[in-house]
Each structure stands twice: as structure tokens, then as C-alpha cells.
């Protein structure tokens, strides 16, 4: 049978059980197949009747052409961080920033946040001469996200846990 998205599934199915009763049976058995992966992540879903819950983890099935993707990606990455292993510092660090300015610039773009790359670059560099100071950062406008961007690049964890975080 054809793997159908579970809100389809129970029109599909020829029963005259209850069609929740259909899904949710179904959905285990998918969520508890040999080869799924399930994620620690659960959703809140909000059903038609206006009712939400989030008892439900996400689940994928690891479909051989992926896996093959996520093999070539880690092959990729091992190669690359062996060639930046004999870049010197400064020149990564400027491929980074490149890169920095490019992410915001075109997110900024999709969302209609109107900047230059000249504005962000330049937030860049004042967060990076401020680096040296503790919880200093350009008071240009996109300071702090950059700030974020930044120390995600350099390894420092960064963990929401209240809005205050965010």
C-alpha cells in the first residue's frame, strides 16, 4: 500500500472502526517500525475541533537515498575541516563573516527587512572590536542578532529556556 499522510489515510482505509481509532492505530504502527527515527522533538498540533496536544514525537524514515545524502555531507565536512586546518585564523574568520553577511542579508531579503551588506558588515566588525569586552555589543540596529550569529560561530552554546533568553 501506498505510504499516505495520515490525515488522508483514514478515508483510504475500508473499516467501520471509529476513523481516530484508525489513525491512531496506524500512526503507531508507523511510529514503532524498525527503521524509524524518532526525535525528541513533539510538536503542538491543533486539531480542527480546536483541540491541541503535543503527545506526539516527529518520526522519519530513513530512506536509503538519504542516507546516502547524509553520508556524502559527512564526508564533505571531514574534507573541508581538513583543509581549513591549515588556513591560518584570520582567513576563516573572514569566510565566516562572509558568510554571516550573506545568511542575513538574504534572510533579511525574504522577510522584506530592508538592509545592505555594507550595514551588516559593518555591525561585524564593531561587534567583533568589541569582542574583548563581556556582553558588548554594536548598538546599531541587527547588533544583537549578529552578536548571536557570532558566538554560535565560535563554539559558545547558546540555550532559550524563558522568553528573556529569546
Not at 51 to 77: H, V
Not at 91 to 116: C, H, R
Not at 136 to 163: A, C, D, E, F, W
Amino acid at each position: 500500500m501506498k505510504y499516505f499522510p495520515l490525515s488522508k489515510f483514514k478515508y483510504i482505509v475500508q473499516s467501520n472502526d471509529d476513523p481516530k481509532v484508525i489513525t491512531e492505530n496506524e500512526y503507531q504502527h508507523r511510529l514503532n517500525a524498525y527503521t524509524v527515527q524518532k526525535t525528541p522533538l513533539f510538536p503542538l498540533l491543533s486539531y480542527r475541533s480546536e483541540q491541541q496536544t503535543s503527545k506526539y514525537p516527529i518520526f522519519f524514515l530513513p530512506l536509503p537515498e538519504i542516507l546516502s545524502l547524509a553520508e556524502q555531507f559527512r564526508m564533505n565536512s571531514k574534507h573541508i575541516e581538513e583543509i581549513a586546518s591549515h588556513l591560518p585564523y584570520i582567513a576563516i574568520s573572514q569566510f565566516l563573516n562572509s558568510l554571516l553577511v550573506s545568511e542575513i542579508f538574504y534572510i533579511n531579503e525574504i522577510e522584506g527587512v530592508k538592509t545592505s551588506k555594507i550595514e551588516i558588515g559593518t555591525v561585524i566588525q564593531e561587534n567583533n572590536l568589541n569582542a574583548n569586552r563581556k556582553n558588548s555589543v554594536s548598538k546599531r540596529r541587527l547588533g544583537s542578532t549578529i552578536k548571536l550569529y557570532q558566538q554560535t560561530q565560535y563554539g559558545k552554546p547558546i540555550q532559550i529556556n524563558t522568553l528573556q533568553d529569546f
